[in-house]
C-alpha cells in the first residue's frame, strides 16, 4: 500500500484529480467509483477545471441515503451540483446504487450486458474516502468482508457525524443502499483520500493494524492496488 502525505487540502485534492485525470485520458471509456462526503468536493473543482471529455466515462456511486432524491442532501443532488452538472458526462452513464442489486453489481462488472458502451469489466478505478468509525461507503463496523451491494442501517455514529449536512440529527437517513466491501476489493485500482488530523488515528488503524471487520477499511491491506493520500 503506498502511503502518500500531502501538504494540505489543496494539494489532496489536486493530487487525487490528477489521477481521475489520468485515468480517464488513458481510457475514456473507463469505469470510475465516486465518493460523496466533504473530502472529494476539492477535488470535484480541480476536476471540472481541466474540462475533460467525460462523454465515454461510465460512473458508479458507492453508496445513496434511502430518501427523497431531489432534496438536497441526497447524494444524487451532490453528485449533479458538484460534478455531474458542470461536465459533460451522459445522464445514462452515471449509476447509483439500485435495486435489484444484482443488477446493479452486473452492471459494474460488464458481463451480461449488450450495452456496446459497456466495454471495460469492473470498476477501473475507486475513490474512497474513510468514516471515522473506519466505514468506506456505508460498510458500517461488522460489515462482512466478502458483503455486496445491499440496504444497511447506517451505524449511530455516522448518523451524528453526518448531522452537519442536515437540519437536525433526527433529520439524518437511518438507511442506506452501499457497495459491499467486495465490491469495492474488485476494483482494479483503489484511491482513499483522507482529510484532516481528526482521521489519523482511525486511518492508521485501518492501514497499520489487525485487519478486522470492526474496521472496514482494513480490508484494503489486502488489495495489492491502493494508494492512500492524508493530509492534516
Ligand atoms: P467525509 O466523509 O468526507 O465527509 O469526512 C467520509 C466518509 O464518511 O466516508
Redesign the pocket.
Known sequence: MKINVLKNYKELSSTVADIVETQIKKHPLSKLCL?T????LGMYDELVNKKLDWKSVITFNLDVYLMNITRPQSYQSYMKKNLFDRTNIYPDHSHFPFRPFSAFEDKIDGTNQTDFMNTTMGIDLCIL???SNG??AFNEPGSSFKSRTRLVNLDEQ?II?NARFFDSVDDVPTQAITMGLGTIMDSKKIVLMV?GLKKKSILNQAILGIITEDIPASILQKHKNVEVYYCD
Open positions: 465518493p462526503g466533504s473530502t472529494p474516502g474513510i468514516g466505514h468506506i455516522t457525524d482529510n
